[in-house]
């Protein structure tokens, strides 16, 4: 589904990402495990062209998303929630996830996929026409992977949706992303909270200052001894 | 009566500020930029008026609608070559390039239609009076009002209920997000200039019924009027630009009428300072707030 190969992303002279590749495959839970500054977000933004690469490439089904229009992305398949929720504060719940659905024309669709995802935020629905800037943290992160959701996605990307949440809300979210992907769509996720990504990942990496320095089974790293040092406390 | 009347016309003034006011706040809205050639769209408007009336000898409909389709072609032609290549630069390159851009208008305009100021047709002229007689309304005031009072509803529907004004939105308060949404960030900017830019032909024609000469810096003191009001009403925000230039015109014709009329821009702007000073956001204003 997506493959990132040979990944190398600047910011001027500094060099965020040092020639990373890893891939996802259709129906996994991947994740991206790395501690601040390691390079997690510039990777999701490269994927979703905000940012482009020095070089290398981004696959998704076979195609050089590096090469397309940021905006067409979407389209094909890929939609990210991106770290801090970023949801558009002036405009309603409800406008927020009929821009999820933006690029769609299917109005059935998209009717039985607001549906799909007020069933799973029924917060959402109660809320729809409030302004989505006066919605609390958990529920903009919940608005920001319903909107994500609206696009129809093969594969979404999460930035660190546990950011800033309750540990009760984080399960709940995890809850979420884990039915998300029983729906049928692929999940990359990247998380600084190890413990709960490795909890439902099929398969993870450790990203560490632009590289990637181990993969494997979630359960595997669960286990590993560097994995135990570094990201779940001993 | 008198007061009324000064109402009136400083409405009307109000209303072409208005005008050229939703152009500068759309534009900073959504591109977060000043565009300080704005003014000079409205000339090029009106040069593109007067030769469509003169020249051509086409009645006043049709000078307006090729007079909208110039500026709108020249604020999009401006955009892609001046602004877009500077997407990522710092906000001062952008400013120096739009005022770059206004000179660069300017000199144009003088060196393919002269330095000379020429007449601009007499539209919209006559007026009517009401109360037997008492208070003398002229056309030009009322059809200026209500045009603008077209503009802005139609803005605001456009804005709030179209797919491309919520896009709009979005591409306002978050540009990157927007992209996560598939929207075209570029085309959204593209469609902001132009409707910025038939604005302000519309203003220039107005301008021109009201002003008649139309010469290559015409655009520049409207234009920095227009900017007043923007702020004054809150840049960014759309019933921030039609209040801020209604509110402006009735100020300056005010002053004009009851202070002095060499005092009125500086009436104007101490006006400007003390609305700042107490709501540093402009009147309508708004300052976002985002939980995280
Ligand atoms: N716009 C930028 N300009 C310059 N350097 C940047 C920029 N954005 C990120 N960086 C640098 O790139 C590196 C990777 O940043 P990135 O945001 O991808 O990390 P992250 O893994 O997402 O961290 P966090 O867990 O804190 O979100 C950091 O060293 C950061 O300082
Ligand atoms: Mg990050």
Redesign the pocket.
Known sequence: MLKVENLVVR??M?E?IKNISFEVNDGEIVTLI??????????MQTISGLLKPASGAVYLDGTDITKVAPHKIVSMGLAQVP?GRRVFAQQTVMENLELGAYYRKDKEGIEADMKNVFELFPRLEERKAQLAGTLSGGEQQMLAMGRALMAKPKIMLMD?PSMGLSPLLVKEIFRIIRNINKQGTTVLL?E?NAKMALGIADRAYV?ETGKITLEGTGTELAASEQVRKAYLGG | MAFLSYLISGLGLGSVYAIIALGYSMVYGIAKMLNFAHGDIIMAGAFAAFFAMTAAGMPLIVAALISMAVCTLLGVTIERLAYKPLRNASSLSVLITAIGVSYFLQNAAQLLFGSDTKIFPAVLSGSFSLFSGALSVSYLSVVTIVICLVIMGGLTLFINKTKTGKAMRACSEDKGAAVLMGINVNRIISITFAIGSGLAAIAAILLCATYPSVYPTLGSMPGIRAFTAAVFGGIGSIPGAFLGGLLLGVIETMAKAYISTQLSDAIVFAVLIIVLLIRPTGLLGRKVSVKV
């Open positions: 910011y001027g500094i965020a790395g501690a601040n500054g390691a390079g997690k977000t510039t990777t770290e660190e990247v600084q990203l």
